[in-house]
């Protein structure tokens, strides 16, 4: 039999089977640890100012770790210890017990299995590793091959992640210092290995921050190194470097304990807080443009708080519990799909225990939630809740209008039109040409074009054509820099005053010195008013510079009256 049950039969000791439910193992009776009197645990959610960092009477930002050779050696000592006893106590573990009791814990699903490593168990640190198989619906310790590497130290407030056939930890807490150190665990060879970047310097020894992947990259922001950090960090997995990402756009106010997830081809970041107080804003950071951007919801937002999970599944991202000063046990929907994004709370009768320094991940439907702190016990219950009640969208497949547009430019099927540019064939549609002003007057006029199949077409070259023709067929064209100016009378040229438009944009990105006057001479030809406009405000106020280059004796020689025009804006 099944070594592993969801409990749902019972409404005074279980959750609602169209929400919450408890996952049990039959061999490990699930408990809670009481809180000690270690003042280790800043998991009690204190005022920051008062936290202690795993010493006790040492505050944050006293100095950890300056304590002279002998106190190091001690450490190490009891590093080893540790990391032995714990060995020990895996080698022992019955398969199928779940594990002990803990906060402050990683977690991240590989292959159908929940991985989860490390935390606070109340007494001290550790560094077990179990795996718990969705399919199997069992929990067993992951015991490295002989091969191995040493593990990571016992450590707690660390980050883990997924990818390939890997678990990563990095960065965290180990009851005497943070520390920046980095390890893979192999699945394949059930192996440790430290990391050693080839390039680039790694974050600097932290805990309580967030780490996510995506495509071939770990991205790591905040937490706490002394101070409250707001630096990004991404991990490229190909070449083994670090590099620190620029913060442009709006990025987030330093802080530790949020939580970001991947959402397509963004990060998102929620809450925390900043040493000072909670926090409930919602950042994004776009992965393509590599820029921040505050993100706009509307809805009853959750209250600030840290140390919560976030998850993401369909087009939603998913908070719960977390910490406001108090634990807490509400569930929240962030609806990504909507514009602007919509927070609504997720509400189900018996909802799970107050908590906060849990760990949540999402396999098929459902959130899994394992382990946290309630205020007064750690935990180790195992929680489900079953998303597909709240998932009344279907997923809609993009658009591909644009992709299939432009499979029909210059292609003979269904061409109604041939146009010679250049002693070259292009198939077009008159359907499609009509959007331009100078074919549509063409087609629909009295001209002796109108009733022809093939027009030649004169004062433009076939490369440039063809950027305006793919521009008519999907609405988007490649400009590139040193064609922009081609492309701009050309469209002037057939009257296409949007793409002219993006081509004055162009060459105003990439105004100098040098070039300056051309751009405004062209301008001025193709009736390009804006670029004239902002053209001429650039030479205006580097004239003296602009004023001696081949480009501006070129443009004096063929239109003086630009030069007359330069001078009265003085």
Wanted: net charge negative.
């Amino acid at each position: 039999m099944d070594n592993t049950t969801v409990m749902v039969s019972s409404p005074s000791n279980t959750y609602s089977s169209t929400g919450w439910a408890i996952v049990e193992t039959n061999d490990h009776l699930l408990t809670a640890a009481a809180a000690d009197d270690d003042d280790d645990d800043d998991d009690d959610d204190v005022p920051p100012q008062a936290v202690y960092d795993g010493i006790p009477g040492v505050e944050v930002g006293a100095g950890v770790g300056v304590g002279g050779p002998d106190w190091a050696a001690q450490r190490q000592q009891r590093l080893r210890s540790e990391q032995q006893r714990l060995s020990a106590a895996s080698s022992s573990s019955s398969s199928g017990a779940a594990p002990c009791q803990r906060s402050l814990h990683s977690a991240a699903v590989v292959n159908n299995a929940m991985y989860v490593f490390g935390g606070y168990e109340g007494q001290r640190r550790v560094n077990d590793f179990h795996k718990f198989d969705f399919m199997e619906k069992k929990w067993s310790p992951m015991i490295a091959s002989p091969l191995s590497g040493p593990p990571p130290s016992p450590r707690d407030r660390h980050v883990s992640v997924a990818y390939r056939n890997a678990f990563y930890v990095f960065g965290g807490f180990d009851g005497s210092s943070r520390v920046s150190d980095f390890f893979c665990f192999d699945l394949a060879e059930m192996v440790w290995r430290q990391i050693t970047p080839s390039s680039g310097t790694p974050p600097s020894p932290r805990h309580s921050h967030a780490a996510v992947v995506h495509k071939d990259s770990m991205y790591i922001f905040g937490g706490y190194d002394g101070s409250y950090r707001s630096d990004f960090h991404e991990f490229k997995f190909t070449n083994s470097s670090w590099v620190l990402v620029p913060a442009v756009g709006r990025p987030p106010r330093a802080r530790y304990r949020a939580t970001c997830v991947v959402f397509k081809d963004t990060m998102i970041l929620f809450a925390g807080h900043d040493g000072t107080r909670h926090l409930a804003d919602t950042h994004v950071f776009d992965f393509e443009s590599r820029i921040w951007s505050t993100l706009v919801t509307e809805g009853p937002s959750p209250i600030p708080r840290d140390s919560h999970v976030s998850v993401v599944h369909s087009n939603s991202m998913y908070i719960f519990g977390g910490s406001t000063g108090s634990a807490m046990n509400d569930l929240h929907q962030l609806n990504l799909s909507h514009t602007p994004a919509k927070w609504s709370p997720v509400v189900r009768s018996g909802a799970p225990g107050h908590r906060f320094c849990h760990v949540a991940v999402v396999n098929r439907n459902s959130i899994y939630v394992f382990g946290g702190y309630n205020g007064s016990n750690r935990l180790n219950d195992f929680l489900c809740f079953d998303l597909s009640v709240e998932d009344l969208t279907c997923e809609v497949p993009p658009s591909t209008i644009i992709s299939d547009l432009r499979s029909f430019v210059n292609n003979e099927t269904f061409s109604d039109i041939t146009l010679i540019v250049g002693d070259k064939p292009i198939y077009a549609h008159k359907i499609i040409l009509m959007r331009c002003p100078y074919f549509s007057a063409m087609l629909l006029g009295e001209m002796m074009e109108s009733t022809q199949s093939v027009i030649t077409l004169h004062e433009v070259n076939f490369p440039i054509f063809m950027v305006l023709l793919e521009y008519l067929y999907t609405d988007t064209a490649d400009i590139p820099v040193d064609s922009a100016m081609e492309i701009l009378a050309a469209a002037d040229q057939f009257c296409i005053t949007r793409l002219k438009t993006k081509c004055e944009n162009k060459m105003l990105e990439t105004i100098t010195i040098d070039n300056a006057a051309a751009i405004f001479h062209a301008a001025d030809m193709h009736d390009a008013m804006v670029l004239k406009s902002k053209a001429l405000k650039y030479i205006v106020a580097h004239f003296e510079t602009v004023s001696k280059t081949v480009c501006f004796e070129e443009m004096a020689r063929s239109n003086v009256e630009l030069v007359f025009e330069i001078l009265r804006s003085r």
